[in-house]
């Protein structure tokens, strides 16, 4: 079982679309192995996003991350870093596949509605950064 972070930002929390969200991952086998409500602080944000902290656009994607709450979600299963990655969609939403939650619900980049890990360092890293080790509860999904 593969194990990988996503969170719903906090548009999607605001806009009503948290269990339409988690919906979307456990309708493709993906179980929640761990889940919080959390709102980022400016110091949070620029460690989650540490490789993004001196790109031109981080000034605005630290200001939309901190002034709500988002979702942060553990997630298990099969291929599941490439899986969420799919149900997301492509980071910019202009360029989304129909069917995807950025092309369904992400109105621009910056709140592009969901985030998920890009790879396995990353996902181990993600998990890691908002959830301590008994946070986390393995199970597999029932068929
Ligand atoms: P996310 O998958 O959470 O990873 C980094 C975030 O930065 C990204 O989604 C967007 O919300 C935001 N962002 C804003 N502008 C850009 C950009 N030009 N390139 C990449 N990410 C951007």
Redesign the pocket.
Known sequence: MEMTFA?I?PNGVKSGLIGRILDRYTSARLSVVGLKLHQMTSEEARGF?AE?VN?P?FP??EA?MTKGPSVMIALAGENAIAAVRAINGA??PAKAEPGTLRYDFAPS????V???S?SPASAEREVAFWFKKEDLYEYEAAS
């Open positions: 969170m930002k996003y993004h790109k656009f605005e994607l939309y980071t910019n980049m910056t709140e592009n969901v985030h998920s890009d």
